[in-house]
């Protein structure tokens, strides 16, 4: 029997069977994510730089920081494409890391013209961009794309994207339009989406945004 406590991950492999209960009266809760193992292993060629075998984990639950924060960031957007990306980057970076019989992840090496491509491409829209966009602009495989991003530019392709659409709604904040016509215009799936991502970002929602710029304009 293993125990998985706060903090800790449980890696499930593929057609692993397994079972589980809580481990006391009061119950437990989790995060959970499924990813394909395709997916894993299309990563794990950016990442180590050739095929590579999926990691093994021959104990079930480990203390990895990496892999917890890459669990919990799958549950603070709505997984948008380059979000995805980004997830499976995260989790082939941290299997990898925890399975000492696989080659370490290889140091990017930087293709800065596809990188300028990519934030270029990111820079000219407010709505939300498909992976397959950025692969053709960039030149660059989605997963490579999202290792070099970070490296070069200190964030996640998604995260850049996502902070060019917040200032193109700041910007549209200023204006009398709904809230709701704010938050599909920046690529927001609905105005509870686009509340929750600005308060994340400025602390702050953005109808208290937008009295405290329009007191500031009269002031």
């Known amino acids: 029997m293993e125990r998985s406590l706060p903090g800790q991950v449980a890696v499930l492999h593929p057609d692993e069977k397994h079972d589980g209960r809580p481990g006391t009266a009061d119950g437990f809760g989790y995060h959970i994510v499924y990813v394909a193992p395709e997916l894993i292993a299309g990563a794990?060629?950016?990442?180590?730089?050739?095929?590579?075998?999926?990691?093994?984990?021959?104990?079930?639950?480990?203390?990895?920081?990496?892999?917890?924060?890459?669990?919990?960031?799958?549950?603070?957007?709505?997984?948008?494409?380059?979000?995805?990306?980004?997830?499976?980057?995260?989790?082939?970076?941290?299997l990898l890391r925890a399975d000492a019989s696989l080659p370490k992840?290889?140091?990017?090496?930087?293709?800065q013209r596809g990188l300028a491509r990519a934030r270029d491409c990111l820079d000219s829209t407010s709505s939300v961009v498909r992976s397959s966009v950025l692969e053709r602009v960039s030149g660059l495989s989605r997963y490579a794309l999202s290792r070099q991003?970070?490296?070069?530019?200190?964030?996640?392709?998604?995260?850049?994207?996502?902070?060019?659409?917040?200032?193109?709604?700041?910007?549209?904040?200023?204006?009398d339009d709904q809230l709701a016509d704010v938050a599909l215009a920046a690529g927001f799936a609905d105005q509870a989406h686009f509340t929750r991502m600005f308060k994340a970002a400025y602390g702050m929602p953005p109808q208290r945004y937008r009295t405290l710029q329009s007191c500031a304009r009269w002031s």
């Open 44 to 94: 794990l060629r950016d990442v180590v730089g050739r095929p590579t075998p999926l990691p093994f984990l021959r104990e079930p639950v480990l203390a990895s920081e990496q892999l917890a924060r890459a669990v919990s960031s799958a549950f603070e957007s709505d997984l948008e494409p380059l979000a995805r990306d980004t997830l499976v980057v995260r989790l082939a970076e941290g």
């Open 105 to 111: 992840a290889s140091v990017p090496c930087l293709d």
């Open 149 to 175: 991003f970070r490296a070069l530019y200190g964030t996640s392709p998604y995260r850049y994207s996502l902070l060019r659409r917040l200032d193109f709604a700041r910007e549209r904040l200023r204006s």
